[in-house]
Structures are given as structure tokens and as C-alpha cells.
């Protein structure tokens, strides 16, 4: 049997945590407990998601 | 500037691991940082979702 948990939800960070180091701290996690994580995360600052190029995109709630 | 990052994504594990289990591990990891989680979190069982009686929900992939 294949288990898995569907994550949805926002870890709210200090404003100093670069998405890189987020993404190695999270994966670092997932996979310090031998399990596999698939997906993805966007930064979001204010409210606003963040684009690839840094600037600012749509708002969250606008989805 | 108040940073999160969003994630949407699954985490799959061994069998055994209930969902108890898993949240309070991934709460705890997320807690050990400072940080905080606001969101929820599904069981899936071979591609279907688990409901919170235990019965198997519909598929994963029929959203």
C-alpha cells in the first residue's frame, strides 16, 4: 500500500529565510525521515506571491 | 515584511505511519525552526483519499 499526506498550507518563515534555504531545510526534513516529498512552494511576501525574477505577482487571495 | 512560503505537495511514507504520527512530526520539525504552519493536511491511500471515518473518499486525481 502506497501512503502519502497531501500537504496545502503556508510555514511562515522569518524574513531573512531565502527560499533556497527553505527549500533545503524542508527537503532536508522530509528526507531525514526516509520519506519522499512531491510538489512544489512559492514564496509569498505580504501577501503577494513572488515571481522567479523576484518581483512581485498577484495577490494570494486574488486566486 | 512578513515572509511565508507556500506548499503544496504530498510526502509519502511507509505504511505505518498514521496521520497522528505525521503531523505532530511535521508540526514539531516546523516548530524546532520557529516557524508556523497554517493549513491542513489529507491522507492518501493508493491514490485515494482517506476520510475521517476511515472509508476510502474519492481519487486523488478526479479533482
Chains 1, 2 share one sequence.
Not at 4 to 15: A, L, R, S, Y
Not at 21 to 31: C, L, M, P, R
Amino acid at each position: 500500500m502506497r501512503k502519502e499526506f497531501e500537504i496545502q498550507g503556508c510555514i511562515e518563515v522569518p524574513p531573512e529565510v531565502t527560499e533556497d534555504e527553505f527549500w533545503n531545510t524542508f527537503i532536508g526534513f522530509v528526507e531525514s525521515k526516509g520519506w519522499s516529498f512531491g510538489g512544489g512552494i512559492r514564496e509569498i511576501q505580504d501577501g503577494y506571491y513572488i515571481l522567479a525574477d523576484g518581483s512581485r505577482g498577484r495577490r494570494v487571495l486574488d486566486e
